[in-house]
């Protein structure tokens, strides 16, 4: 008796300690999500869209049994198409309306996907492609990414990445620690993301897992045998439509994986794409105008598909009504029952109604552009959207229903079509444009990032920064190319910082010229550049109204300045000067806080 006693007894604990195990970890049963984008892959690179060259098995099973959102645009370029995907704000409202020139760096006030789940109890996983910010307080890692496995800059072997990155065997930052990998970097990226989802599956704990890769976008480096079907089409269109094959069988593997784990049928696999395509247009572009940068659908029009056994999406449904990136979220805290934070409010909408066939359209007014400029400028680039309708750069107007390729202008026959969408952008653009002026400031003296590593592709300047590493080999390719950093400083205090042509890694001299580097399969990396010597004599250093300046030896890798700061907002600027006073930027910096 005593022993069925005792049996009770702890029968009954158990049950006590699972209830608050589940009261302290709530949500087990919640939906992971797994977001798959990839970069400059337009809405016909699939051959279930139609393309007739090239074959995407896995993303055509996908296709098959997803919700499909067929007129779903997002920005014409990457950094803004992520910042408005992540945070579910228009991309000019982020401060993110370019690639470069510190236009690319997400503003600290903004919330991402990421930081709203991790808030919230999930595990957050970010791999691939961030091009958000390179620097505190812009990385993944500190806006809400548990574990990252990142490149630097908007593609591998740009400024930001680490030195010689070239698609394969590569080293990229793993949780802010550079890490030498083995493989192609799409098969990287994805393989580091099973590791982090069976890591989740041990603890129990629902998982975020946001796989952004660096594919397709140029260069065109690809492995021999995914890129070998394709080489009729030519060696840059070919490695193209190769890297997207990878893609596919990347994504079919990590759906095969996930049913092996058990973990399918209540995860929620996104799959879509940043902007228009880069290089398949000429091939198949379901019949729309532009490509990638393109203010016509070529250049915002991108797939969208979404699979959730749990959820009843797994049907293959097409849903054609307007919908874009800044409905991402919303959309995804309401499946995932998650708190909108009360402090946010999204410039897009949950669309669970269409998706779930409650509601068959919305009657909305959305807006992209395409800015590419150190400050945005009214009209430039521009698509004002509702249903059928087009507005483009305030005035052309199509009816993409009737005329997808956009080629016959009836502006002047629907004249309230014209006038309701330009009233609309107006207004937008008055609400927006106070914002413009909020400079994104890289810290420095940071406790998180200290040093600061900064580079040319985060200038400020009214050309092209050297935002790639070949712009390094050649020097900017020319003279007199330099430019500034939007900085805080973060504390008071003494401050070394070093100016450097190459950065360390390359372990050269100022003056030094480099040999190419190796080579890859597909097209060229930037590594293979010849760098070339430039020959200074000395470099100015200035920090807001501080100038400073120093003669060095040509030897010398960097030239190092021990100066003391107030904790300020300013600007940093670092030159080197030959004797007859041509001037190079200095390409890096690092900044310490002692």
């Known amino acids: ?302 797939p969208f598909f979404l699979h959730w056994p749990a959820g009843g999406y797994e049907n293959g449904v097409d849903v054609d009504d307007l919908t874009a990136h800044v409905d991402v979220i919303p959309t995804l805290l309401e499946l995932c029952e998650l708190d909108s934070p009360a402090e946010i409010e999204f410039d897009g909408m949950s669309i669970r109604p269409l998706i779930d066939g409650e509601q068959e359209f919305f009657d909305r007014i959305l807006v992209t552009d395409s800015q590419r400029v150190k400050d945005p400028i009214m009209w430039r680039k521009s698509a004002v959207m509702k249903g059928k309708w087009r507005l483009v750069n305030g005035s052309e107007l199509y009816n993409v229903e009737s005329d997808p390729g956009q080629k016959d202008n009836v502006a002047e026959s629907n004249p309230e079509i014209v006038n309701e969408l330009r009233q609309f952008y107006e207004t937008w653009w008055e609400e927006l444009e106070p914002t413009f002026d909020q400079d994104t400031l890289i810290y420095i003296g940071h406790d998180a990032e200290n040093p600061a590593r900064l580079t040319s592709h985060d200038w400020i300047t009214t050309g092209s920064s050297p935002w790639n590493q070949g712009h390094i080999r050649r020097a900017a390719n020319g003279r007199n190319v330099t430019g500034h950093w939007n900085v805080r400083v973060a504390e008071k205090g003494t401050y070394e910082v070093a100016l450097r042509r190459w950065p360390e890694p390359a372990d050269a001299s100022i003056d030094a010229p480099l040999e190419p580097g190796a080579d890859v399969p597909g097209g060229q990396p930037p590594r293979v550049v010849p760098g070339v010597a430039i020959t200074p004599v000395r470099v100015v250093l200035q920090v807001g109204e501080l100038v400073v300046e120093q003669e060095f030896e040509p030897a010398a890798k960097e030239v190092v300045f021990t100066l003391e700061l107030e904790a300020q907002d300013t600007t940093l600027q670092g030159t080197f000067i030959e004797a007859d006073g041509t001037e190079y930027g200095a390409y890096y910096a690092y900044v310490l806080r002692k």
């Open 1 to 302: 008796m005593r022993t069925k006693k005792i049996l009770i007894l702890a029968i009954l604990l158990i049950a006590v300690f699972e209830t608050r195990a589940n009261a302290e970890n709530p949500g087990d049963d919640r939906p992971n999500v797994v977001i798959v984008i990839t970069d400059d892959q337009g809405y016909g690179d699939l051959s279930c869209h139609g393309n007739s060259v090239l074959r995407t098995p896995n993303l055509d099973q996908l296709h098959s049994v997803s919700t499909r959102l067929t007129d779903y645009h997002v920005a014409p370029t990457c950094s803004p198409t992520r910042a408005a995907l992540l945070t579910g704000h228009w991309t000019n409202r982020t401060g993110v309306w370019h690639t470069i020139m510190g236009r690319s760096m997400l503003r600290e006030n903004e919330v991402t996907v990421g930081k709203i789940f991790a808030d919230q109890g999930y595990a957050t996983g970010m791999f691939g492609k961030w091009h958000l910010g390179d620097n505190y307080p812009f990385r993944p890692e500190d806006r809400g990414f548990t574990e990252v496995l990142r490149h630097g800059g908007g593609g591998v072997g740009q400024t930001p990445d680490y030195w010689d990155n070239a698609y394969f065997d590569d080293t990229y930052w793993h949780n802010k620690v550079p890490v030498k990998c083995e493989g192609y970097c799409t098969d990287v990226f994805f393989d580091y993301a099973k590791r982090f989802i069976s890591t989740q599956k041990e603890s129990g704990k629902p998982f975020l897992a946001y796989i952004s890769t660096n594919a397709p976008h140029g260069p065109m480096l690809c492995p021999e045998q995914w890129s070998a079907p394709y080489m009729e089409q030519g060696n840059h269109v070919g490695n193209f439509l190769g890297m997207i094959a990878n893609i596919d069988d990347n994504v079919g593997r990590l759906r095969e994986y996930l049913e092996a784990e058990g973990l399918a049928e209540n995860t929620i696999f996104i799959f879509t794409t940043d902007n228009g395509t880069s290089s398949g247009h000429e091939i198949f572009n379901s019949a729309m105008r532009g490509k990638k940068g393109s203010e016509y659908d070529g250049g915002h029009r991108v």
